[in-house]
Nanobody, 120 residues
Framework: QVQLVESGGGLVQAGGSLRLSCQASGTIFTVSTMAWYRQAPGKQRELVASITSGGSTNYAVSEKGHFTISRDNRKNTVYLQINSLKPEDTAVYYC??????????????WGQGTQVTVSS
């Protein structure tokens, strides 16, 4: 059994910053790629950024420079720093991780989501 627990969301004013965290826990053998997605009201879930266990990052083209993804492999935790927040960043942010369990089962795991609301 594995799970992802996100934290760090909230209500912020435009121009502010937030740092989201997501920690994987459970019967984990390895955690490979970790990623952040977001889903705004009435829209499809979309990739924000991903990061491999070696630290290679990938950003959705339109978001590069606005978000910074990082991770701490010792803690099985991925972070998303969001600066200069805009009202259009309002969404539920979901953590995703590809996890191999101790029992050698490969899982594509999602967190429960954390709400980010940006007021103008």
């Amino acid at each position: 059994q594995v799970q992802l627990v996100e934290s760090g969301g909230g209500l912020v004013q435009a121009g502010g910053s937030l740092r989201l965290s997501c920690q994987a826990s459970g019967t984990i053998f390895t955690v490979s790629t970790m990623a952040w997605y977001r889903q705004a009201p009435g829209k499809q879930r979309e990739l924000v950024a991903s990061i491999t266990s070696g630290g290679s990052t990938n950003y959705a083209v339109s978001e590069k420079g606005h978000f910074t993804i990082s991770r701490d492999n010792r803690k099985n935790t991925v972070y998303l720093q969001i600066n200069s927040l805009k009202p259009e960043d309002t969404a539920v942010y979901y953590c995703n991780a590809r996890i191999t369990t101790i029992g050698q089962v490969n899982l594509n795991t999602w967190g429960q989501g954390t709400q980010v609301t940006v007021s103008s």
